[in-house]
């Protein structure tokens, strides 16, 4: 029995079918995860500064908005 490249989806993920993305997008992945470790980092040494909830807040919806608007760049849609 031959088996294909793609990677099998988890068996109880509900399809029999293999997970197939290009290998752009395994790279787009892991640089993702690999940039989550040192951002988690600093921001949280960024948060302990803050001193009330509502600076708290403001900054996650800030770093929120910043993320969007990269995301829309990079899908080249602006």
Do not use: K, N
């Not at 509502?54 to 829309?72: D, I, P, Q, Y």
């Amino acid at each position: 029995m031959s088996r294909s490249r793609a990677v099998d989806a988890a068996p109880g993920s509900g399809t029999g079918r293999p997970l197939e993305a290009s290998a752009t997008m395994y790279g787009l992945v892991a640089a993702w995860m690999a940039g989550m470790l040192p951002g988690s980092w600093l921001a949280a040494r960024l948060a302990r500064r803050l001193t009330d909830d509502g600076a708290l807040v403001r900054s996650v919806l800030l770093t929120l908005g910043g993320c969007a608007v990269m995301v829309v760049l990079a899908a080249g849609r602006c």
